[in-house]
């Protein structure tokens, strides 16, 4: 199929476009600063109000850019139609039965994941695919990281019972672990293209948590086989299938709001999109020729690594000529939100430090300026809140001084008259009014446009009860996010002062905070939003109910953090219609499938012997079939021992002497990577005799 010819992209269309987003984000700023300054008792001229100016102006730009991106996606939606919508280009026929040769690498990363749960999306996602025409050009690949040594076990046994089930299949299932976790998934990704990316025209990568629908996945290849100059083409996935109170918001605003801020986005940025590092295509060649990451110089946090890589691979595949697209308009692409509020804050911390990073990369040859901004945007996602902490700082500084200080009438030094302070209460409510309008306009007509249409409100419940989610969002929304606030500047913070992170597996099941962990995580928050109130309560009155809604979101945040976390509030408003979304009033058929599996399927990964409970690890030495397995796959992956043969020996003598559960991680993986220390301990436990060491190792009749 020839490219469609009608699809092009003025470059002047291009430009004022861009420019006059441009205009829209900086008028308006300027216009609201002079307000800002016009209300000050000295007007910005002293060094506290100019800081103030310098960090509302700032601030009043980034959350403008969110506003003309959410109003110009609006637009798109209302007038229905959108002549540069890159899916538009391919309806998804059968364009890749003509060509049999283009072959197509679904990859999912994993790093310490629940092997049973992962793979039960790849599962959907294959039985997706596999109803379509396209069988036979995909191939799957499981990637695995070194971590948990029982989780090791369990993804052997997962991948052998996929191969069991789908052994008719016309598709390959491949599973791989890497001896070190060098450069973490994007490093990954790049050890698989280096074996055996010059087999495959194409790169699907899929989180851990993805699931798509094969129709999407065959609809995407067709584009890029259209259209030859893209490299990258990015997939909106909407955040599904979790059920606590915290999960369910952001699904909620995900499908309410999501299409609107990614058309938005497309409206903008055209061929010169952002990457999200999953559910998206990749054109495979061009991919290793150009997007290798270098290590950046320095020491962590703002050196070495790159942890988030995903904006600077689609920055370097621009650079190479190749465009990047989001296909806002796609469906059948699902991810899963975390489940807890300490969850997602871990997640930030790491994707704060990657995109601190991207700052370092700003000025590189060759990057277009497109990208350079989104560098700049994605390092504001989390820099924004330190902003907002140090406006909110200053301003209760200033409210403070101005209580205890005695006006200085004669700032300059002599003069014939004074400046006499002056505070406008009236036109800081108007400025108070026009931060609102932005924040929440956008949010409003997206819903009087959804209650419009009847049938697409039935989707979330029907009116009634999508007006009162939309009211409940925005009040949980308002609560969380000087919380949000308060951690994203101290993760800004702490790296820019060169505090590391470490690299933790997310948590993706709905387990619940404990209160220890939001006592630990949030009683420092608590106890200085305290000090802050009693401060402000005792020398300015009026200022501290201007920031009481702050201050009250910050010493609840140890209740709404659990609170939030529980499965129990989320199914209270999903037994009350509230927070629904389409996937769950119309449920898709690929989730259906994930259900199915989740519930009433296979168990992918089960290597309990006779239904034992014992640890996966002394499954693996003890039952024959799991050790055959494993033995097989240490012998075809090459995967070598970095312990000397010593240590070895002391590590079998201690689970033998002791049992496995004597062993830490550490050892546990030594032992599973070296063929020989595996031979030796298998043989020995079968020869325990020892009624309490058979016990400990779950030998048969113990």
């Not at 969002?473 to 992170?501: N, Y």
């Not at 009026?542 to 609170?563: C, D, T």
């Not at 991680?665 to 436990?685: N, Q």
């Amino acid at each position: 199929m020839r490219a469609d010819p009608s699809f092009r992209v003025s470059r002047y269309r291009v430009f004022f476009r861009r420019f006059g987003l441009l205009f829209l984000v900086i008028v308006p700023s300027v216009i609201a600063t002079a307000y800002m300054a016009y209300i000050l008792p000295h007007g910005g001229g002293t060094a506290m109000e100019f800081f103030v100016l310098v960090m509302f102006a700032i601030l009043y730009a980034w959350i403008s850019v969110g506003f003309w991106t959410a109003m110009a996606g609006l637009a798109i939606l209302v007038r229905g139609a959108d002549k540069y919508s890159i899916s538009k280009i391919y309806p998804g026929e059968t364009l890749l039965n003509r060509n049999r040769d283009v072959r197509t690498a679904v990859v999912m990363p994993v790093y310490n994941e629940s092997a049973p749960q992962v793979l039960s999306c790849l599962c959907a996602t294959i039985d997706s695919l596999l109803e379509t025409s396209s069988e036979g050009q995909f191939d799957f690949f499981i990637l695995s990281d070194p971590g948990d040594p029982d989780i090791w076990l369990q993804e052997e046994m997962a991948w052998a019972d996929l191969r069991l089930r789908y052994q008719n299949a016309a598709c390959g299932i491949f599973y791989r672990r890497r001896n070190d976790n060098e450069k973490r998934k994007s490093g990954n990704i790049a050890d698989f293209c280096r074996r055996w990316g010059r087999h495959y025209r194409y790169l699907f990568v899929l989180d851990a948590d993805s699931v798509m629908r094969g129709q999407t996945m065959v609809q995407m290849v067709g584009i890029m086989e259209c259209r030859s100059e893209i490299g990258i083409l990015q997939s909106p996935p909407a955040l599904v299938n979790r059920e606590t109170l915290i999960a369910r918001s952001q699904q909620f605003t995900s499908s309410l709001y999501g299409t609107m801020f990614a058309a938005g986005l497309n409206f903008w940025q055209f061929g010169d999109s952002q990457f999200w590092g999953h559910n998206a295509v990749i054109r495979m060649a061009p991919f290793m020729k150009h997007c290798d990451l270098p290590r950046l110089p320095g020491k962590p946090p703002m050196g070495g690594d790159i942890l988030s890589h995903d904006f600077v691979e689609a920055a370097f595949m621009r650079r190479a000529g190749y465009e990047v697209w989001l296909g806002y308009d796609l469906g059948g692409s699902y991810e899963q939100p975390p489940t807890a509020l300490l969850s997602e804050l871990n997640r930030d911390h790491r994707w704060c430090q990657g995109n601190l990073q991207h700052l370092r990369l700003l000025f590189a040859r060759g990057i277009r300026g497109v990208h350079r901004t989104l560098f700049v945007n994605g390092a504001m996602a989390y820099g924004s809140a330190l902003f907002w902490f140090l406006f909110l700082a200053a301003s209760s500084i200033m409210a403070i001084l101005k209580n205890i200080r005695e006006p200085d009438y004669f700032p300059e030094g002599r003069s014939l008259f004074p400046q006499w302070p002056v505070w406008e209460p009236q036109w800081a409510l108007v400025l108070l009014a026009s931060t609102g309008f932005i924040l929440f306009l956008p949010k409003i007509l997206c819903l009087i446009r959804v209650l419009l249409k009847g049938q697409q409100a039935g989707l979330f419940g029907g009116r009634v009860r999508l007006l009162g989610s939309f009211l409940l969002e925005i009040l949980f929304s308002t609560l969380l996010a000087p919380t949000r606030m308060l951690f994203h500047a101290k993760f800004v913070f702490l790296t820019l002062l060169g505090r590391g992170i470490s690299w933790e597996a997310q948590e993706r099941g709905d387990v619940g905070t404990p209160w220890s962990d939001a006592f630990r995580f949030h009683l420092g928050g608590t106890i200085f939003a305290l000090c802050w109130g009693i401060t402000m309560f005792v020398i300015n009155r009026a200022f501290f109910w201007w920031l009481s809604p702050i201050l009250i979101s910050l010493l609840v945040a140890i209740p709404v953090s659990v609170w939030s976390s529980r499965r129990e509030g989320g199914m209270f408003l999903k037994r009350h219609g509230l927070m629904l979304t389409p996937e769950e009033v119309q449920i898709p058929p690929e989730l259906q499938t994930l259900r199915t599996l989740r519930t009433d399927g296979p168990y992918l990964g089960r290597v309990q012997p006779d239904g034992a409970d014992s640890s996966t690890f002394a499954a693996g030495v003890v039952d024959p079939r799991i050790y055959t397995l494993h033995m097989h796959m240490l012998a075809s992956q090459q995967i070598t021992p970095a312990v000397a043969a010593e240590h070895l020996a002391d590590y079998c003598r201690k689970a033998l002497e002791q049992g496995p559960d004597a062993l830490d991680s550490k050892e546990k993986s030594a032992i599973l990577s070296d063929p020989a220390s595996m031979r030796e301990l298998h043989r020995k436990v079968w020869e325990i005799s020892d009624p309490e060491l058979s016990r400990k190792w779950c030998l048969p009749g113990a």
